[in-house]
């Protein structure tokens, strides 16, 4: 980055000024990116592992509908009534300001890109994050696992078929939905840099998330969740998991960082130019 976009950024980071449109999300986007940067370690981990426990209810609202409503309605239909319920746990994250990996990602990049980070202290922070999501994953997993086929709300044939949906795709395949998932996440959190109401807020979440769901893109914290799970019941086994979490963590990545923070950042050094 020239010293110019530098200068510029910073006399507006450091005046909080208000630039409109386009510059002011990219700011309000850096401004808070950092904030986490200066976060606790055990702080930003915490918040990473509730935000994982906290985005189960979507699989948990997901696993209810495919062990409910089979014999009800056509089987090819219950994805799709799925996808309306899928929103529901990122609202939860989200409007709790609990830090989800794939909410964070594009936001995390920027100081690296602005020169204000160093690209070793973003993979560190990225770790800490993926790390409490995916604990948070499996310890909610594992007790809705438990309690739901307690309750009968959820049944293993259920949980094993949404694993299967997850699984059954080639690589390429999942790691190509994943970029899409990863993109849809970063223009979420792009989104909610210009929406100051809870309102709506809440109706952005829900329609961007609710496009992942009805589109069937990985999401890898979600997923996370579900194929774990699947292998809890054996319907999946370990490399399946590994491969398949690998994949949408790398895809969820790219979308995120190319199409959204990256894109978003050289429109603005753009217009320096």
């Known amino acids: 980055m020239g010293k110019k976009e530098n200068d510029e950024l910073d006399e507006k980071l450091n005046t909080n000024s208000d630039t409109g449109g386009h510059d002011e999300i990219l700011i309000d986007q850096l401004s808070e990116g950092l904030e986490i940067y200066q976060k606790q370690t055990k702080a930003t981990f915490l918040s990473a592992l509730s935000a994982g426990m906290e985005i189960g209810f979507s699989f948990l609202l997901v696993a209810i509908c495919y062990s409910q409503l089979k014999g009800f309605i056509n089987e090819d239909w219950i994805p799709y009534a799925a996808a309306f319920f899928y929103p529901l746990g990122f609202i939860l994250v989200i409007i709790g300001k609990s830090i989800l990996f794939t909410e964070q990602t594009s936001l995390l990049a920027l100081p690296v890109m602005s020169g204000r980070r160093s690209f070793k202290e973003l993979i560190k922070l990225w770790g800490i994050v993926i790390a409490g999501n995916i604990l948070g994953g499996f310890i909610i997993g594992g007790m809705l696992l438990a309690i739901g086929q307690s309750l009968h709300v959820i049944t293993v044939e259920g949980i094993d078929t949404i694993a299967s949906h997850v ?3 080639p690589t390429q395949i999942i790691f190509g939905s994943a970029i899409l998932a990863g993109w849809l996440m970063g223009l979420l959190s792009w989104s909610l840099s210009s929406i100051k109401h809870a309102v709506g807020q ?3 979440v829900y329609i961007i998330t609710l496009i992942i ?9 979600v997923g996370n969740i579900e194929i774990f799970t699947g292998m809890l019941t054996g319907s999946i086994n370990f490399m399946d998991y590994l491969i ?4 949408m963590l790398l895809g969820n990545t790219f979308g995120g960082v190319f ?3 990256f894109l978003k950042y050289r429109t603005y050094t753009a217009n320096l130019e």
Not at 213 to 221: A, E, T
């Open 167 to 169: 699984t059954e795709y």
């Open 244 to 247: 398949t979490l690998l994949m």
């Open 202 to 204: 809440i109706v952005v």
């Open 213 to 221: 769901g009805l589109g069937g893109f990985h999401h890898s914290i």
């Open 259 to 261: 199409f959204v923070a």
